[in-house]
Each structure stands twice: as C-alpha cells, then as structure tokens.
C-alpha cells in the first residue's frame, strides 16, 4: 500500500531550503494500519504542515502489502521515517510522538550541545 500526499521543504541547507522552496520527500514504512502507524502519520502530518508550510511529499510504505520496498532504506524496524530529500538521507524509528526528537532529526531544530 502506497499513499502519497502533496507538500514540501524547509531548514538550515533546510533553512537554505525554506527560501530556496526545496521540496521534502518523507517515507514513512509501516506495517498495516497499526495504532502505531496511525498514530506515526498523523504526528508526521502535523509536525509537516506546521513546519513545512506544503513543501513535502509523504510517501507511506506498508511492508506488509510490499516487504522488498523496505531493502533499499534498510528498515529494521517499523514505524520508521525516512527523509529522501533534502540529502542527506535521515531515518527515525517510532511513532513520531516526541515533536522536538523529530524536529531536530529533521534538521528542522538545531542540536544543542
């Protein structure tokens, strides 16, 4: 099962990104409609529509409808997020609940020392 829904980019190069409208590609793998992969979309929708202002696309990947899809990203673990674009290429594994863990993944926040 593959949903896509229209949006895209922002920050640092990602800041660079939001003034040069870089388009996001999010693929978030799950395994069927678990509470967890619900829940996992709906945290990703907001934090992307808050913070992305429509530059992004969300490309959801079921593993169990498609498991080879999975080999390209690696994923060991479901729910995992990963960014394609903008490079380079971030996974977080989860469901997206902690918004700053998510934010500074993305490189939408910095990291603080």
Excluded: H
Excluded at 55 to 67: A, G, Q, S
């Amino acid at each position: 099962m593959e949903i896509i829904e229209k949006a895209e980019k922002s920050d640092q190069q990602e800041n660079d990104a939001i003034n040069n409208d870089e388009k996001w590609v999010l693929r978030l793998y799950v395994a069927g409609q678990s509470p967890k992969a619900l829940i996992a979309f709906r945290n990703l929708k907001v934090i992307c529509e808050e913070q992305l202002n429509c530059r992004y696309k969300i490309e959801v990947i079921d593993l169990l409808l498609n498991p080879q899809l999975g080999r390209d990203d690696q994923i060991l673990a479901i729910p995992t997020l990963v960014r394609k674009l903008p490079e380079p290429v971030k996974k977080i594994i989860g469901d997206l609940s902690n918004t700053e863990k998510v934010l500074i993944g993305l490189d939408l926040l910095p990291r603080f020392k």
